[in-house]
Every structure is written in structure tokens, then in C-alpha cells.
């Protein structure tokens, strides 16, 4: 799929596995299912979530522990076999899965909790813990993890770290870049790197766990991660409002911070056409009338009946101002997840459509919605539609355009007009999800030609072989 799409790219100088490889592996990973070769269980490992990039990796290997992956990764470093790190496969740039027949390493069973320092609040765990077992298991202890989004069934720990992941809740708790305290690495030639400090500061010397951070498995794998967790909200609500126009999002948006303060943790829109998508592909209902707009606000704070009393004071002068016309809001649990899985199942409902092109950008709030508006004047209708939707208060759009199936005329409509259109009002054309595969070479988009430089020289100082995750975030300095 990845070669008939991108025919003139070619493999890099690996070396081609073989019987011996496979053997090895083997003794390197004693124990059934952690060496696997069988050709419909590789399937789902080889295809992105997207349905997008399919590589042809003959063999995932399933590590326990830092040592194993250590072992593999002096291994494949020895023998020159590429290999793609990779976490609960939800990544939407075509970054977790091979191009060509590199060798996948698999987080799915460093699964293991280490410790949770109930004082501080700092829990340390192995890279593949799913997101939202660690989410449970922090909430029996009274946190929460600073993050969350909509893949948190199957994400990786080690992925969304890998990823840079942003999400719902980094409008409240920030990026994982001031979350994470301490991480342990294991580098190209399989060498440990150990910064999994637990501490809050540390100055000393480079922080080199944040050039992991956001690394998409480029430049070692994050075998486990020490991460400070703020502590479970007492209260927590949701309002799903209705709005006219797109400035009255950003209206209500200025009004929020303001009336909301320190209780505000979520601010989430989508337009009319994702609302559509919601209701004809996943046969939801929406929660309100129909709007152009629709605002998904939540709070969460110590105390629920202070929360509830800002909450409705801002709710009023929100409809008394005409800035919201319609809205509902959640106190109980269940009315809360419905509300949310509406602004969550988002990228499901899309795929519904058949073929999705999926654009994650950070614009200046003044012309976030043009780009949605702009795109659907440019591709008329060519394609079943265009949607905006995403984490306005991080000045995050989630742009999507759908067709029935992939087509290369409406992909050279869209790029690089798309990235073109970031780039002149000063965006970055990769907000959250990454670069992968299929951003890498519009990189320089958003990064002037130095940065990219020395970005280049990192990754030849820490894989002078190329082995990690070839192909993908970083062009090749030639
Ligand atoms: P994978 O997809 O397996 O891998 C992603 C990248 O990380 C790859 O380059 C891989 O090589 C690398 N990698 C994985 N594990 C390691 C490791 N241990 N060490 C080194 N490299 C590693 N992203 C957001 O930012 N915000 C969202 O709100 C959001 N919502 C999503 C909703 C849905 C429904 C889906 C499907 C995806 C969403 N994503 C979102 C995208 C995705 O980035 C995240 O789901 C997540 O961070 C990826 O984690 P993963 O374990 O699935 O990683
Ligand atoms: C989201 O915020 O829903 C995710 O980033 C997934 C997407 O962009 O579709
Ligand atoms: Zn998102």
C-alpha cells in the first residue's frame, strides 16, 4: 500500500532478515508469542490505524523488559536490520508502522506499573502500559494522568510520549514536556540510557529525556517513564453548547478563561459538518439543536458545588449574551462520557467515509476556521466533506477531508496547498500528532533549514546506522 503510493522512494542500505535472524530472536525471547512470524497475525501490526500505510515487516518481536529490548536493539544494530518502535499503533502519520520489512518491536507486554508515590503523585511504569489503565489505576489512588484522548482504550504510555501527544486535557495540565520527570531509554546499539529521575527539578547537566519526547521513535525506545500526576478532580462537568459563528467560539472561549479560571479543563469545538458525520456515520444523536458550531466545555475542580455555581452563573450570561443559543449540560457520569464520546469518536466516524486525508494544525486563533472554509472553496465537490474540529483552546484544528476511496488528483489538490496556507499565517503544520511518514518531507513547512540541521546531527550521534525508524520525522541530511 505505502510503495504503490510513494513508488519512487527507496529501501535503505539494511541488511534482509533471515532464518538465523528469526532463530536468534527467539533465544533472545524465550517463550511462546513474543517472536511472531505468522503472516495474518503480522497483518494488523503492518497497517497504521488510518488504514493508510501498510508495510511488509516479516516479524514483531514482543520484549518483557529493558534488558530484552536492549538485547534486540545491540542485535539489530549489529546486524543492520531496521526496526520500527511500536506502542498501541493508533498514531495518525504513518509513523508506528514499516515502510519496507523493518523489523517491529512491540511495547504490548512491558505493561508493568512500577510505583506510585501517593505524597507527590509521581507514578512510574513500563512504555507499554495502555493509557487508560493507568488512568484507572491512578483514580483507585485518588489522580489522574495528565492526559487523555480519544485513543486511550489502545494507546501506549510509551507512544503518546513518543508522540508528544497533546489531547483534551493539556489546555489544564500542559504538554508532556513539564508532565514527564524522568525517562529510561534504550539507544540504537542497545546502551540504557537512565534519566528516570522522580524528581521536580533537576538542573543538571542537558534534560536529555526531553529529546525523546516527541522523537516518534527516531532516536531510542522509551522503555519506562516517570510522570508527575495532578490530583483527581472532586467535580467534574461538561457543557455541549450551540453557537452561531465561529468568532462567537472565540468569544465564549476569552469569556470562559475569564468566569471559568482555574476550573477550566477542557475547551473543544466542532463545526456543523462533523456534527454530520456524528449523526449519519456513528447514528448518534446530537445532544442539542442543530448550530454552525458546537462547544464541548469541561470542568473539574475540588469542590462540586463551587464548580456547579460558576458554571451556571457563566452558562447564563453566555445565553443572556446571545453568545451560546442553545445548550446542555452533564453532572452525572454517564451523561458525561456521552457528551464527550461525541467530540471523541470524531476520527472513527470519519473513516466511515472511506478514505480520510487528515490534517493536524496549530493556526493563530484569528484565522483558525479560514483554513476549513478556504479548503472547502478549493475542493467544491470533489470530495463527501470537509470538517473542523478540534482543541481550540490549544490553537490546535483538526482539518479533515473525506472521499470514498484515496484518490492521487484530490491529494494534489490538498498538498501542498494545505501546508502552504499554515505556513504563510505562521503555523506549525504538525500540532500534535507528529510528522511520521507522511509529514516528514513538509517539515521544512514549519522549521527553518538549520533546525532541521542540526536535528539531522542529533540523529547521526545517536543511531549512526539509521536503524530506528527509517523513512520516518526527520529528512535524510542528503
Ligand atoms: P504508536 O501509534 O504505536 O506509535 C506512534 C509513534 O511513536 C511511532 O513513530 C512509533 O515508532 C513511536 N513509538 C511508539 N512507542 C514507542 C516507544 N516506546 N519508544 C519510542 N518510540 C515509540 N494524538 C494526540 O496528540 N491528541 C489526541 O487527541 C489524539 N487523539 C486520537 C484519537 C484517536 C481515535 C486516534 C486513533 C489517535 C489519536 N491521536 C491523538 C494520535 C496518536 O498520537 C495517539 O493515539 C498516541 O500518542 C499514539 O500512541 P501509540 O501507543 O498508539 O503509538
Ligand atoms: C482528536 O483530537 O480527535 C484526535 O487528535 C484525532 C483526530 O485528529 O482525528
Ligand atoms: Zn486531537
Not at 522509551?222 to 495532578?230: E, F, G, Q
Not at 449519519?280 to 444523536?285: A, E, G, Q
Not at 443559543?325 to 451523561?335: I, L, Y
Amino acid at each position: 500500500l505505502t510503495r504503490i503510493r510513494y513508488p519512487n522512494l527507496k529501501r535503505g542500505p539494511y541488511a534482509n532478515i533471515c532464518d538465523a535472524d528469526i532463530s536468534n530472536f527467539g533465544k533472545l525471547l524465550p517463550g511462546k508469542g513474543r517472536v511472531i512470524t505468522d503472516v495474518t497475525e503480522l497483518e494488523g501490526y503492518n497497517t497504521d490505524w488510518l488504514k493508510t500505510c501498510r508495510g511488509s515487516s516479516q516479524v514483531v518481536l514482543r520484549p518483557k523488559t529493558t534488558e530484552e529490548v536492549s538485547a534486540l536493539l545491540c542485535y539489530c544494530n549489529d546486524r543492520r536490520l531496521a526496526v520500527v518502535p511500536q506502542g498501541g499503533n493508533t498514531g495518525l502519520v504513518g509513523g508506528s508502522v514499516p515502510v519496507f520489512d523493518e523489523v517491529i518491536i512491540s511495547t504490548e507486554l512491558m505493561n508493568n506499573i512500577i510505583s506510585l508515590d501517593e505524597v507527590s503523585g509521581i507514578l512510574v511504569c513500563q512504555a507499554g502500559c495502555i493509557l487508560a489503565n493507568l488512568d484507572s489505576y491512578l483514580k483507585d489512588h485518588n489522580f489522574t494522568m495528565p492526559l487523555d484522548l480519544g485513543a486511550k482504550g489502545s494507546c501506549h504510555i510509551g507512544g503518546n510520549l513518543a508522540t508528544n501527544a497533546g489531547g483534551v486535557r493539556l489546555l489544564r495540565y500542559g504538554s508532556l514536556h513539564g508532565s514527564i520527570l524522568g525517562l529510561e531509554v534504550v539507544q540504537a546499539n542497545g546502551e540504557v540510557i537512565d534519566c528516570l529521575s522522580t524528581l521536580r527539578k533537576d538542573n543538571t547537566g542537558y534534560d536529555l529525556k526531553q529529546l525523546f519526547i516527541g522523537s516518534e521513535g527516531t532516536l531510542g525506545i522509551i522503555t519506562k517513564a516517570a510522570i508527575l500526576c495532578p490530583q483527581k478532580p472532586n467535580a467534574v462537568y461538561v457543557a455541549f453548547l450551540g453557537c452561531d459563528s465561529f468568532n462567537r467560539v472565540l468569544d465564549v472561549f476569552q469569556k470562559s478563561k475569564h468566569m471559568l479560571g482555574e476550573i477550566l479543563s477542557a475547551f473543544e469545538f466542532m463545526d456543523s459538518a462533523s456534527m454530520d458525520v456524528i449523526r449519519n456515520n456513528l447514528k448518534m444523536p446530537n445532544p442539542i439543536a442543530d448550530f454552525p458550531f458546537y462547544i464541548l466545555i469541561e470542568t473539574s475542580g475540588s469542590q462540586g458545588g463551587h464548580d456547579e455555581e460558576k458554571l451556571n452563573t457563566f452558562l447564563e450570561t453566555m445565553l443572556s449574551s446571545q453568545l451560546v443559543k442553545d445548550g446542555t449540560v452533564a453532572t452525572d457520569m454517564s451523561k458525561i462520557e456521552a457528551l464527550w464520546s461525541v467530540r471523541e469518536r470524531m476520527a472513527e466516524g470519519l473513516m466511515h467515509d472511506g478514505y480520510c486525508y487528515k490534517y493536524d494544525v496549530s493556526l493563530p486563533l484569528m484565522k483558525f476556521y479560514n483554513l476549513v472554509e478556504d479548503m472547502r472553496h478549493h475542493l467544491g465537490n470533489r470530495v463527501t466533506r470537509v470538517v473542523g474540529y478540534g482543541h481550540v483552546g490549544d490553537g490546535n484544528l483538526h482539518l479533515n477531508i473525506t472521499t470514498p476511496a484515496y484518490s492521487h488528483e484530490i491529494m494534489d489538490l490538498i498538498e501542498p496547498y494545505v501546508y502552504d496556507w499554515v505556513a504563510h499565517h505562521h503555523g506549525s503544520i504538525s500540532a500534535e500528532h507528529g510528522l511520521g511518514f507522511k509529514k516528514k518531507q513538509f517539515i521544512y513547512h514549519s522549521k527553518t533549514k538549520s533546525a532541521v540541521r542540526l536535528m539531522q546531527a542529533i540523529k547521526k550521534v545517536m543511531d549512526p546506522n539509521g536503524i530506528l525508524n527509517p523513512y520516518k520525522t526527520i529528512p535524510d541530511a542528503s
